[in-house]
């Protein structure tokens, strides 16, 4: 069964960090690009950055580019969002998916982000 | 990076149709045939509906469908059933490897 699960999600405090992990089981991880969606409470889904199925290109969102990294060890089948500099409007649901050009096929069940003092 | 513009709400009748529209550019809906729509439930992840435009995962119901014309890429519900009332979002490749959500929207099965 193909599957995406993620972690790490949890409180943190304006400007702290944190390291999401996705891990990806039933498909040939290597073999697909990954995105992470997030959703902020109520509202509506965002792309936030994606990465090749190789590791070698990564794309970013404005709303994140300079705070967060995204990177994949495939040889843990295992997909990572570090989150640096957090910020209130950080606070969502974040979500590991499976990316094709066309659509995103496969998602997790979310991790939940809130960054809170 | 500007969201898609959706309605924020449609409605209909069981057995009816109904229609969501997706309105982006030339650099994301109108520039590629990569839209893909998405149906989620309350406190569930986003499901795959329709990719490249207007192809359906296997799985999904043919009463789903997907079309484009220019910068508005449309989801057609016919035969409406209950289990349908979910938020629909519509996403587009933006180019870059960057992908644009649509802000959702809410269907109502009366």
């Known amino acids: 069964e193909v599957q995406l699960l993620e972690s790490g999600g949890g409180l943190v405090q304006p400007g702290g960090s944190l390291r999401l992990s996705c891990a990806a089981s039933?498909?040939?991880?290597?073999?697909?690009?990954m995105s992470w969606v997030r959703q902020a409470p109520g509202k509506g889904l965002e792309w936030v950055s994606g990465i090749s199925g190789s590791g070698g290109s990564t794309n970013y969102a404005d709303s994140v580019r300079g705070r967060f990294t995204i990177s994949r060890d495939n040889s843990k089948n295992t997909l990572f969002l570090q989150m640096n500099s957090l910020r209130a409007e950080d606070t969502a649901v974040y979500y590991c998916?499976?990316?094709?050009?066309?659509?995103?096929?496969?998602w997790g069940q979310g991790t939940t982000v809130t960054v809170s003092s | 990076q500007s969201a898609l513009t959706q309605p924020r709400s449609v409605s209909g009748s069981p057995g009816q149709s109904v229609t969501i529209s997706c309105t982006g550019t030339s650099s994301d809906v109108g520039g590629y045939n990569y839209v893909s729509w998405y149906q989620q439930h309350p406190g569930k992840a986003p499901k795959l509906m329709i990719y490249?435009?207007?192809k359906r995962p296997s799985g999904v119901p043919d009463r789903f469908s997907g079309s484009k014309s220019g910068n508005t890429a449309s989801l057609t519900i016919s035969g409406l059933q209950a289990e349908d009332e979910a938020d629909y979002y519509c996403?587009?490749?933006?180019?870059?490897?960057?992908?644009?959500f649509g802000g959702g929207t809410k269907l109502t099965v009366l």
């Open positions: 998916a499976q990316t094709l050009w066309g659509g995103m096929d496969v």
């Open positions: 490249d435009v207007s």
């Open positions: 996403c587009s490749y933006a180019g870059r490897n960057t992908w644009v």
């Open positions: 039933g498909f040939t991880f290597s073999n697909y690009a």
